[in-house]
């Protein structure tokens, strides 16, 4: 009597989950855009190229800003698939020379779904991004002087993660780690055989996070 009270008990429970999965899956379905805004640190990347400079030495970059913009469509209330863009900037150390990166990425995005306004995420995703450099007039590793500004299209890839406040239902706010990494670049410089090549670019940020949801 016991087995067979146990086993009817536990089919029940199954059978109500089971018929509350889709509908708890349903809550949050639909469209979303967002933007995080924040800092970024770029980590140190080997000078492989630079006119008339000897290969080998290191780039240091100061703190830079990111911007990004993203949207998608939630599947479920854990996973949603979309699109980002934006913009990172960082400064060479001891140098008027700016380098930036414009991705386009693929994301998935897992979230934790619970009780409380609090929602955890994590997610990345491969991609592209439009590298650039703008050099003022300036030099790498005593090297010639250069002017202008080149871009490289390279593919890159990202891993994130952060938590959301729900401050209603269809808006978010939050804070987002995001860790980028593109390869190597390589930008042409005119009159000369030589040109600029950095190695792979791998860039942290910490930003500041804005979602709706349709």
């Known amino acids: 009597m016991n087995l067979r009270c146990g086993f009817l008990s536990s089919f029940t429970v199954c059978g109500v989950a089971l018929i509350a999965l889709p509908v708890i899956a349903e809550e949050n379905l639909g469209f979303y855009l967002g933007a995080d805004v ?15 400079a000897p290969p080998g030495g290191e780039v240091e970059f100061h703190p830079g800003a990111r911007l990004t913009l993203n949207g998608g469509y ?8 979309g699109l980002e863009t934006g913009l990172m900037v960082n400064s060479v150390k001891d ?25 955890p995420f994590i997610g990345g995703g491969p991609g592209f991004s439009a590298s650039s450099i703008y050099v003022d ?13 080149a871009a490289e299209v ?14 209603s239902d269809s808006v978010s706010v939050g804070l987002v780690y995001k860790y980028f ?19 792979r ?3 942290h940020s910490v930003s500041a996070s804005f979602q709706v949801k349709f």
């Open 38 to 52: 924040g800092g970024t640190i770029a980590e140190s990347t080997s000078l492989k190229e630079f006119p008339d």
């Open 74 to 81: 939630r599947f479920s209330n854990w996973l949603s698939l």
């Open 95 to 119: 140098a008027d020379i700016s380098v930036s990166q414009v991705p386009l990425m693929a994301n998935v995005e897992f979230s934790v779904p619970n009780k409380s306004r609090l929602e």
């Open 137 to 149: 007039d300036d030099r790498l590793g005593a090297g010639s002087d250069v002017d202008g500004g």
């Open 154 to 167: 390279v593919f890159a890839w990202q891993a994130y993660g952060g938590v959301r406040y729900k401050w």
């Open 181 to 199: 990494a593109a390869d190597e670049t390589e930008w042409d410089v005119r009159r000369t055989s030589q040109d600029i090549r950095f190695g």
């Open 201 to 203: 670019a791998r860039i």
